[in-house]
């Protein structure tokens, strides 16, 4: 009973996590619009998290969520570096030059790349229905490009997709990784600082059009004003749906984690649709039911791949006794 009650609230932070994360799209979009950049409005974004996180760890953890920072600062920071500050500053990049729908559709396909870089870089025996995924996906991405027609997509947003595709499962595998050693508050702060401090140094931030968030900017057919789009990106689509994502995984596992947050494709579209009017074509909506459901097999798949097997060490080495 204890079992079930923790997958159900699990389940419940995953939806949560996905539904909040959907957001982010067309809130930063219509930021983006009124001028500021893809990595302002990221940097903008992470910074806010970690103002709100830090003193938050602080207060809660204590001295205590310094120590566990401290002794998973690597694996922290690498979850900085791609699982905040990459994913969203590539996802902003994608959805200023795609459609919100589109850009999460190839950001979503994270599994593809996961089982070719197992399969062609660690050289890894997949199973085959995971190559199928690969071979599914790709298909529902030439749909969305409509490649029959010459690419119709902007080149550097589906680069951009694809990139933040790549920090997207990297950021599931190493949420997985930390289960168990730094929780979810504490990880999430720690990113938030990493990914704050790298787009410090490549987001020009003296630059940032700070007026516009005491503007009141276009936001779809309405006008909202910019403070309150930043503030619903920073607290909700960020603190919020990091912490539930988190929290989700750490029930779950990363495989299903990461297969429940698919729904966040149908709510960023949704939200796009309602909040900005963006409409998907039919292609682009039966390519990206396409891409997901590849996605899906694939990495419903990489939880099946055995890790290659690590030499054990001499046992001289493990015992000081015999050194």
Not at 47 to 64: D, E, H, I, K, Q
Not at 89 to 118: C, D, H, N, Q, Y
Not at 216 to 243: H, K, M, N
């Amino acid at each position: 009973m204890l079992m079930y009650s923790t997958k159900s609230v699990g389940l419940g932070f995953a939806v949560f996590s996905a539904v909040t994360f959907g957001g982010s799209g067309p809130f930063a979009k219509a930021l983006i619009s009124a001028g500021f950049t893809p990595q302002q409005a990221a940097w903008v974004r992470i910074l806010g998290a970690a103002l709100l996180l830090v003193p938050l760890v602080l207060a809660l953890r204590g001295s205590a969520g310094l120590r566990a920072a401290r002794a998973s600062w690597k694996p922290l920071v690498l979850y900085g570096l791609t699982g905040i500050a990459g994913c969203q500053t590539l996802f902003f990049i994608a959805a200023s030059r795609l459609p919100v729908g589109v850009a999460l559709m190839l950001e979503f396909s994270g599994p593809v790349l996961v089982v070719l870089w197992l399969k062609f870089g660690q050289k890894v025996s997949v199973p085959r229905s995971a190559a199928i995924g690969v071979g599914i996906a790709l298909l529902g991405l030439a749909t969305v490009a409509e490649v029959w027609s010459g690419l119709t997509l902007d080149l550097v947003g589906l680069l951009a997709g694809l990139a933040a595709a790549a920090c997207q499962a990297t950021y599931f595998i190493l949420i997985d990784k930390l289960t168990g050693i730094a929780d979810p508050l504490v990880m999430t702060a720690a990113g938030s600082v990493v990914g704050a401090v790298v787009l410090t140094l490549i987001a020009v931030p003296w630059q940032t059009p700070w007026h516009v968030l005491t503007s009141t900017i276009a936001f779809g057919e309405r006008q909202a004003p910019g403070w309150l789009l930043a503030t619903w990106l920073i607290v909700v689509s960020t603190v919020v749906a990091y912490l539930a994502g988190a929290a989700a995984v750490q029930r779950l596992s990363a495989a299903i984690g990461g297969a429940v947050a698919y729904i966040e494709v149908v709510a960023a579209s949704l939200f796009a649709l309602i909040l900005l009017n963006e409409r998907l074509t039919t292609n682009q909506i039966i390519g990206g039911a396409i891409v997901l459901l590849g996605a899906f097999v694939a990495q419903s798949s990489v939880g099946k791949v055995a890790p290659p097997e690590v030499p054990a060490p001499p046992t001289d080495v493990l015992d000081p006794s015999l050194t």
